[in-house]
Structures are given as structure tokens and as C-alpha cells.
């Protein structure tokens, strides 16, 4: 056809405004800091967020003290402190069957510029109980170190909460080692107690010294799939046994101090067949010393994946790539099904002030921040070798290194916060270039810039196995006959060190009325599937998804329970 050149001229010029306002990812920071380093944090309600640092001497003061715990405000970018007794510096953590929300180990070590720690961080529990109130007035912390402690000293330890409601501890050191683990536990442990010693376990001991924060994923079946260094196994909390799995490929290793990420890939109904993706982390051999390392050894770039059923486990991890090599970044659930990578470095490992070639770096192992994001699709087809794509994503600005998190939040965009590759908080100066991290930035995806979903009431607590109907209203570019509908079921996890314990997200089958004012979903069939306790529903029209409707799957009964 041929047009007019004035016509053909408006059309150009129309078609490149409207290129110009797509809406794009974007990083928003916020006016408010943290207050404190957040190198753990956790959502604990629909508003609030939960931070954690090391008690040492943050900005943020509570009780004439720096504080070393933090509620964040998802709403209105506010912090407010909160007391803690242990340090929790280096734990990890995940929710209960009832809602409440459970920080594991630390460090047990005192801060001389902070007086009011306590002792034996790294035997801490310290719960945090669901809180009514939105912006987190009145809600707090609660410990008793004398008589509610771990039965064994865990600093980088992981926990998951399991199909009955309780959590499961996995491994961590004895001490404050500044790089391999060198004084492990070699052991797994519940809370609520199981029993009254730890349970051995022989593959945490095989996994030495690079074996700090293992990756646990709690499977479909109850099972718990660990990784550690470059191994893995299958472990049965019923029948207390081990199963081991193939070594990751190529000798990459994905666990503290070599910190890769891993997630447990979406389950889809009916099967909920799991698939575990595993990207980064280093190729270094761990029996060099820290030392004789370098802040400048390339980061790996491998992701591999694995699924775990007999005839997956016999194929063995299929090998793919990101777009370039990263040490701790940190891999993340996004509702429709993709995930997120997002921070690390290029080079380096992790810890602090041990390895070489730090003239630029300060006191940091790690160098050449990733700042910007990328999309994991687990069903598109390898295009030279990956699945990811950055096309589109913002760069973030901001260096997120060592001791930074990123969680989804209820409002569906992620909360990005912490770096802080220092032995205490080190503010920011000409001379410093990764100091103590307070700034605080959300990574809002393109949907919170025109019309969304809403799910306008869902119950507060949801049976397994249940068909529900809720109402719901959706904006007129999302009523189209045929457009595609994902209803998820997610576990927010805990983020702590390149991991996100407890991290899950279960596809529901859904369908939208024909007068397109009500959704009806099933949930899952049992606490295997996803483990019994808080969950947040996310509806995805056309790409385009709603705020998150906060939930408890199952009784909300304390654990044990099984459901």
C-alpha cells in the first residue's frame, strides 16, 4: 500500500510515541533509608517487611542503641526499629503453619559499640508473631535465649518450612569462620524440636569447606532437595535417608563462600513435577586458599537444571548460561511463571577482607557489580545456550554485593536493599567505593503502570484441595474473550545471602466468569504440595497482574500439622 507521505509521517511519529511511553521495568528509589544494612528480610504481613543486620553500630537507634532489626513499610517507604536480643547477623529464617515468622542462628560473637546484644546469637530463635497492626505499631519481637534456643550453634545455616508446618535447619559453622567453613555443623534440626539431639548428616560433610547456607527446597512429595558446594541429595525427613544426586556440572560450585543462587521452578497442577534451576557462583577449586584467590576470578556463568523425577534425575542437570557471570546473585519468583536474577558481582567471591587484588575493592572479596537485571523464562526454548533476556531492564545504579536481599512483595514489585562488604557499618565517603548500603529501591514491573486486577475480597484462611470462588474486578483492556489467566500461590521466602529459603510459587487452576466479576481456583491437594502456613495469591490477566491477597493455606493450626 502506498501512503500519502504526510499520512505516513503522522503514523511514524504516532507509532514513535507510543514505543517512547511503553511501560518499562524500572528501579524506584526511595526517599527513606533502612536505617539498617537489610541483608535479611522477609514480608511478614500485606504492608510490612521484615530487616535484619548484624548488631553493630547502623544509624538506626532503638532504646539508645543502634538498631539490628527493622519493619519496613511496603505502603509508605517508612522504617521503624525493632528490638532484638541475639544477633542475628548471618541466620536465615522462614514462616510457620500459623503465620508467624521464625529467625534462626547468627552470630555469637559481642559488638564492643553496641553493648546490648546478647549472647549465643548463634543459637537464636527469635519469632515474630503475626501483628495486626499495618504499619507496625506495637508489633515486636520475641526471645527468651535461656530457654528457646537451637540445639546446636548454627551461623549461615538454612531453614525451610516443611509439609507439616515446622522448619527445617540445615547445616551452617560453629563459629565465626572469615571464609570456609572450617568448625561445621554437620547436622539437621527442627524447630519445633522433633527430637531432642540433632540428626548427622554425611553430606553435609562431604560437601566441605565451601558448603555455608545450603540451598533447601521442601519437594511436592515432602521430601527436601539440598544442595551444597557441588553436590546435592534427596533427603527424607520420614525416614531420616540420604539419596544422592549428579554433581552440578563443570566443577561450578553455588554455595557460601562461591555463592550461586538457586529456586525451585514453578509446579503446575496435576502433577507438580519439580524442577530446580541453579545459576552461578564459581569455578574455583575450593581447596585453594582465601588467600590465594582473587577478587577479580571471573564469576560463573553456568545454570543448571534438574528435574526431579527418576527418568529427570537419570539425564542428569542440563547445562544453559545467564548473560554474564555472577557471585551471590539471587534468584526470584515472579507471578506469571518467569524469575528474576538480580544482584551479585561479575568476579570475587564472597566474605570480606580475605582474597587478593582488593586495592579496588576495600574490604570487599567481590567486584564488578551486575546492575542490571534479567528474566529467566522456564518454558522458552534455548536461544544460544539461555532462557534469559534483559531486554528492557533498567540498570539499577546502586552496587548490591555482599549482604544484600531482594524480596516480591504483596504489592507485586521487589524490594532491593542491603550491600555491604565491610567488617562493620562503614559509611559512604569519597575513599569507599561499596560502603554500608541504606538506600532502598523497588524494581516495579511494567503491569504497576496501567490498569491491574483486583481481587477484590479472598478468605483468610484457604483448605487444600478446595474450589473457591472470589470476586474480582478487571479494567477493560483485560475482558477480552481468551485472554490467558495464571492464578499463583506463593511463598515469599526469606532472603539472606543469594538465597531465598522457603521461596515457592504453586500454580492454581483457575477460570474467569463469563461476566468477568468472579475467579474460581483449586488449591493444592495436601501440605506436600505447598507447606502448610502463609501464602499470597497473585491473579496474572494477559501479563498484567494484581495485587497479592494475603493468605494462610490450611488451618492455621502451630506445627506440627499435617494437612
Request: a negative charge.
Amino acid at each position: 500500500m502506498n501512503w500519502p507521505l504526510t499520512t505516513a509521517i503522522v503514523i511514524l511519529a504516532s507509532l514513535a510515541r507510543c514505543a517512547a511511553t511503553a511501560p518499562q521495568w524500572q528501579f524506584n528509589l526511595k526517599n527513606t533509608t533502612s536505617g539498617i544494612v537489610a541483608l535479611e528480610s522477609i514480608v511478614v504481613s500485606p504492608t510490612l517487611a521484615l530487616f535484619f543486620d548484624r548488631a553493630a553500630n547502623d544509624p538506626l537507634q532503638i532504646n539508645g542503641h543502634s538498631a539490628w532489626g527493622a519493619l519496613w513499610d511496603l505502603e509508605t517507604s517508612t522504617v521503624r526499629p525493632i528490638d532484638v536480643i541475639t544477633d542475628s547477623f548471618c541466620g536465615s529464617g522462614a514462616l510457620l503453619s500459623n503465620g508467624s515468622m521464625v529467625s534462626i542462628g547468627g552470630d555469637p560473637r559481642a559488638f564492643a559499640g553496641n553493648p546490648a546484644v546478647g549472647p549465643n546469637g548463634n543459637q537464636g530463635l527469635r519469632i515474630f508473631e503475626p501483628c495486626a497492626s499495618p504499619t507496625g505499631e506495637g508489633c515486636t519481637l520475641f526471645e527468651d535465649p535461656p530457654n528457646l534456643h537451637l540445639l546446636e550453634r548454627r551461623w549461615y545455616p538454612s531453614s525451610i518450612r516443611v509439609f507439616d508446618g515446622s522448619l527445617m535447619i540445615v547445616g551452617g559453622s560453629h563459629v565465626n569462620t572469615p571464609f570456609y567453613n572450617t568448625d561445621p555443623a554437620l547436622s539437621f534440626e527442627f524447630f519445633p524440636p522433633k527430637e531432642d539431639t540433632p540428626r548427622p548428616s554425611p553430606f553435609l560433610e562431604r560437601s566441605l569447606p565451601a558448603n555455608l547456607f545450603p540451598r533447601s527446597f521442601a519437594l511436592p512429595d515432602g521430601r527436601v532437595l539440598i544442595i551444597a558446594n557441588n553436590q546435592s541429595i534427596i533427603y527424607d525427613i520420614e525416614t531420616n535417608t540420604e539419596t544422592p544426586l549428579p554433581e552440578i556440572p563443570n566443577g561450578v560450585r553455588v554455595t557460601n563462600p562461591m555463592d550461586g543462587s538457586a529456586i525451585l521452578l514453578p509446579l503446575s497442577p496435576p502433577l507438580y513435577i519439580p524442577e530446580v534451576l541453579v545459576c552461578g557462583g564459581s569455578t574455583a577449586d575450593d581447596r585453594i586458599q582465601p588467600e590465594n584467590l582473587s577478587s577479580q576470578f571471573p564469576a560463573s556463568a553456568q545454570c543448571s537444571r534438574l528435574t526431579l523425577t527418576p527418568a529427570g534425575i537419570a539425564r542428569g542437570w542440563e547445562v544453559e548460561r545467564m548473560l554474564e557471570g555472577r557471585i551471590m546473585p539471587e534468584l526470584v519468583h515472579v507471578p506469571n511463571g518467569q524469575v528474576l536474577v538480580i544482584n551479585g558481582g561479575m568476579s570475587g567471591f564472597a566474605a570480606t577482607n580475605n582474597v587478593q587484588d582488593r586495592e579496588n575493592t576495600g574490604t570487599s572479596n567481590a567486584d564488578h557489580p551486575a546492575l542490571v537485571p534479567a528474566l529467566y523464562t522456564p518454558s522458552a526454548p534455548l536461544v544460544n545456550g539461555t532462557r534469559f533476556s534483559n531486554a528492557g531492564m533498567p540498570n539499577s545504579g546502586i552496587p548490591r554485593l555482599y549482604h544484600s536481599s531482594v524480596t516480591l512483595t504483596p504489592q507485586g514489585n521487589f524490594l532491593v536493599a542491603g550491600s555491604a562488604p565491610n567488617g562493620e557499618f562503614v559509611p559512604p565517603a569519597p575513599d569507599v567505593r561499596f560502603p554500608s548500603e541504606l538506600r532502598v529501591q523497588t524494581l516495579d514491573p511494567p503491569f504497576m503502570q496501567v490498569p491491574r486486577p483486583r481481587i477484590l475480597s479472598m478468605p483468610k484462611k484457604l483448605g487444600f484441595g478446595r474450589r473457591v470462588t472470589v470476586p474480582i474486578s478487571l479494567p477493560t483492556s483485560l475482558r477480552r474473550p481468551g485472554a490467558p489467566v495464571q492464578v499463583a500461590l506463593m511463598d515469599l521466602g526469606f532472603s539472606s545471602h543469594a538465597f531465598h529459603s522457603s521461596a515457592r510459587l504453586v500454580f492454581m487452576d483457575a477460570i474467569i466468569s463469563a461476566d468477568r466479576k468472579s475467579l474460581t481456583f483449586i488449591t493444592p491437594p495436601n501440605g506436600r504440595v505447598y507447606p502448610p502456613g502463609p501464602a499470597t495469591v497473585f491473579l496474572t490477566v494477559d501479563d498484567v497482574t494484581s495485587e497479592g491477597a494475603w493468605v494462610i493455606m490450611g488451618s492455621g493450626n502451630p506445627p506440627p500439622t499435617l494437612e
